[in-house]
């Protein structure tokens, strides 16, 4: 296992300020946070504090926890710079092979000849970036989930070339940061429970679509007879319209399962994206 102690998360959204915030609250690990855009930073910060200010609220967090995790987390807009002390680099940039195959290849410029290189990618495998760095067997999938302080689960997906210690290291980070890991021993498209989900949401989509029932009902009836905690539409609408169809369109250009749905085509392409908008399936108040 390598040894680490400065951890470096690419993407400063929702989801990468979230992997800094949860690695700076175990207190084990300096934490970098980087991204180019213009702004995306000092949003972060804001966001994280908003975050933070919730959690002591409702005694979930002291203050003082708070305020030491937020001053464990540094932020830059230059890559190259910081890579070079990471000892384990998380991509969390948005779900865009081109975005993500830029990041792997400037950390294999950069990053420090033993880091070992994780994409938070929720469907693309990283074989399909990881020779991008000349160091395949120290990368591999870390795939969190949203909101990452509260949901526990994260996918440990072994590469073709993933070296045993890579997976272990990973393995043991995430324990560490106080989440559970399961590891996916081979690649496959959408991992676990994103082949589970897509499957439930595309038979609910069918459902719709063939006016068997409504979305209303289809969700009353999988929360009931399921027990979820929201049905595949609430849910659908609460990830991201745009984001559920993007990788549906990629898994088919993967040669997996079905393109699209004309439902969820248009209802994207009308800006229809869910909670963010303001309507998807549903409406929501602004």
Not at 38 to 49: H, T
Not at 71 to 100: G, N, Q
Not at 172 to 186: A, H, N, Y
Not at 235 to 264: N, T, V
């Amino acid at each position: 296992m390598h040894e680490l102690k400065r951890v470096l998360v690419v993407g400063a959204g929702t989801m990468g300020s979230q992997i800094a915030l949860q690695t700076a609250l175990s207190g084990r690990y300096e934490v970098m946070l980087v991204d180019s855009a213009p702004g995306q930073l000092e949003r972060s910060r804001a966001q994280n504090q908003r975050l933070f200010d919730r959690s002591v609220e409702k005694g979930r967090l002291t203050e003082a926890a708070a305020s030491e995790a937020l001053a464990r987390v540094t932020d830059s807009s230059d890559l190259a710079s910081v890579a070079a002390s990471a000892d384990l680099v998380i991509e969390a940039v948005i779900e865009d092979f081109d975005a993500k195959k830029t990041v792997f290849e400037s950390l294999g410029k950069h990053a420090k000849r033993d880091a070992i290189l994780a994409s938070n990618s929720s469907t693309i495998a990283i074989s399909r970036l990881a020779d991008f760095t000349g160091r395949p067997e120290q990368c591999c999938n870390m795939h969190f989930f949203h909101p990452v302080t509260v949901m526990q689960l994260c996918e440990v997906v072994r590469g073709p070339k993933t070296s045993d210690a890579t997976i272990e290291t990973a393995m043991e980070f995430v324990r560490s940061i106080d989440r559970t890991p399961v590891l996916l021993q081979k690649e496959i498209w959408g991992f676990i429970v994103n082949r589970i989900l897509f499957a439930a949401s595309e038979e609910a989509m069918h459902l719709l679509e063939g006016g068997y029932a409504s979305a209303e009902d289809i969700d009353i009836a999988v929360q009931k007879g399921l027990n979820w905690p929201m049905g595949p539409f609430h849910l659908l609408d609460f990830s991201g319209l745009d984001i559920f169809y993007g990788a549906m369109k990629d898994r088919h250009r993967q040669g997996e399962g079905e393109d699209a749905p004309e439902l969820l085509r248009k209802l994207v392409e009308a800006g229809n994206l869910g909670r963010k908008s303001g309507k998807g399936f549903f409406e929501y108040p602004k």
